[in-house]
């Protein structure tokens, strides 16, 4: 049984107080710090890179989760290494050699996820489950936070929880995109137990309760 673990979204903070706010989000009992890294390229949106992870690293002890939406992970992951980072995941869809990718976010002594966009199917992952420490599944199409939740992701989530339980992988279930208290509780039934929250923990005024709640210790 995988642990449950709540990871704010750095995405969703007040971008001229990094240092603060992470220190906030990990004080308030977050589990990881989840980073969206955005190329402009491929997503429609551009956030930041790896000298704010470097910036951040400085900061806080959080387990860095980055999230790399850009077209060429293969090319820039060992600067999110050098950073300091301590999950890095790419996209399937991106223009990489997948799995050589992932071998080497390994080799660099990081954790090593892969990503599935809402239209990619399970089955583009299947091929790397053995080399992979962390499946994240989006739940809304990335590039912005603060959008609707996609119920008909979970298959993939269910997909990915009995492929692990059968097979003997021990890799995380992170689901991204829309998860308020409502839409963890339905991904945590379908195997999920790493939950992304950027809206449904930055948006609120008391941080440590929206912990509590996503994490499902408490109403509220
Ligand atoms: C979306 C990003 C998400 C985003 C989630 O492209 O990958 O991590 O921060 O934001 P919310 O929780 O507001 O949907
Ligand atoms: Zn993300």
Redesign the pocket.
């Known amino acids: 049984m995988l642990p449950t673990l709540i990871a704010p ?4 903070c007040d971008f001229a107080r990094f240092g603060e706010e992470a220190a906030a989000a990990e004080q308030a009992g977050g589990d990881w710090l ?1 980073v ?1 890294v ?1 190329d402009g390229h491929f ?1 429609d ?1 551009i956030s930041f890179g790896p000298d704010v992870v470097a910036a951040l690293r400085k900061h806080t002890k959080f387990p860095l989760d980055v ?1 790399l ?1 850009i077209s060429r992970p293969d090319h820039y992951f060992p600067r999110f290494v050098d950073a300091g980072a301590d999950r890095i995941t790419v996209h399937v869809e991106a223009q990489h050699d997948v799995s050589k990718t992932l071998a080497g976010i390994r080799a660099a002594g990081c954790g090593a996820g892969l990503c599935l966009n809402p239209p990619t199917p399970f089955s583009a992952a299947e091929p790397f489950l053995d080399q992979i420490d962390l499946l994240l599944v ?10 609707k ?1 996609m119920r008909e992701c979970l298959s993939k989530v269910s997909a990915g929880a009995d492929r692990r339980m059968h097979e003997g992988f021990s890799f995380h279930l992170e689901v ?5 208290v409502e839409t963890a509780a339905e991904a945590r039934q379908a195997g999920a137990n790493v939950f ?6 930055f ?1 609120k005024a008391d941080y440590a309760a929206a912990v509590r709640a996503l994490r499902g210790d408490s109403i509220g």
């Open positions: 979204s750095i995405l969703a989840h969206d955005m997503v949106n999230h939406m989006m739940t809304v199409n990335p590039g912005f936070g603060g959008q939740f991204d995109g829309g998860i308020n992304v929250a950027g809206t449904s923990f948006g």
